[in-house]
């Protein structure tokens, strides 16, 4: 069992960065781990992701160049740091881990066991 906490969100400017974190309690190990957004009455966004040797990483087209995303299995944790925000990266984020085994697969929502409760972003223009 994994549990999913995460941390770093807040209000800034467009422009501004903010780095977001995620603590895992429970092994991660073998499991990608993603960020995905969402606003109210909108589908789960998918963000970014990593597999679990941190080898590959996956990014939406409208965040690629600006975020990075990073992870850090010995401390159990995953990272995205966002830079040159824009008022449209406003929404609640989310961690999730799951065993994916295809790369493919991983701006899927359902492929994700493990989830946590979410960060707001806001950013203001």
């Known amino acids: 069992q994994v549990q999913l906490v995460e941390s770093g969100g807040g209000l800034v400017q467009a422009g501004a960065s903010l780095r977001l974190s995620c603590a895992a309690s429970?092994?991660?190990?073998?499991?990608?781990m993603a960020w995905f957004r969402q606003t109210p009455g909108k589908a789960r966004e998918f963000v970014a992701a990593i597999n679990w040797r941190a080898q590959i990483t996956s990014y939406s087209d409208s965040v690629k160049g600006r975020f990075t995303i990073s992870r850090d299995d010995a401390k159990n944790t995953a990272s995205l740091q966002m830079n040159s925000l824009l008022p449209e990266d406003t929404a609640a984020y989310y961690c999730?881990?799951?065993?994916?085994?295809?790369?493919?697969?991983?701006?899927?929502?359902?492929?994700?066991?493990?989830w946590g409760q979410g960060t707001q972003v806001t950013v203001s223009s």
């Open positions: 999730a881990a799951g065993g994916i085994r295809f790369t493919n697969n991983y701006p899927i929502p359902q492929e994700y066991e493990y």
């Open positions: 429970g092994r991660t190990f073998g499991y990608a």
